[in-house]
Nanobody, 121 residues
């Protein structure tokens, strides 16, 4: 079975930085797009950034210029470098990946368990 495991969350002061990691493990053929989502208390889960297998990236406007998404395909790992953090970035951050498990199967969405990011003012 496929697992996505996030790490790197924590408590940081406004203006600080954190780096999140997401590692995919298990048996699968390929990982297509990957992304980071976040959910703040009382709010819906929102897209933060995505990256294709070719490295094409996309960001929500609120994090452009502050966050950088990257991946190392040979390690099945994705990162989110978060700089100039603001209190409004406080949320649980989830890793998402579109993964093909079998050569003849369609790709499916997988989610990590989430990691808490708290930014104090």
């Amino acid at each position: 079975q496929v697992q996505l495991v996030e790490s790197g969350g924590g408590l940081v002061q406004a203006g600080g930085s954190l780096r999140l990691s997401c590692a995919a493990s298990g048996s699968f053929v390929s990982i297509n797009s990957m992304g980071w989502y976040r959910q703040a208390p009382g709010k819906e889960r929102e897209l933060v950034a995505t990256i294709t297998s070719e490295g094409i990236t996309n960001y929500v406007d609120s994090v452009k210029g502050r966050f950088t998404i990257s991946r190392v395909n040979t390690k099945n790992t994705m990162y989110l470098q978060m700089n100039s953090l603001k209190p409004e970035d406080t949320a649980v951050y989830y890793c998402n990946a579109v993964i093909k498990v079998l050569r003849w199967s369609i790709s499916s969405n997988y989610w990590g368990q989430g990691t808490q990011v708290t930014v104090s003012s």
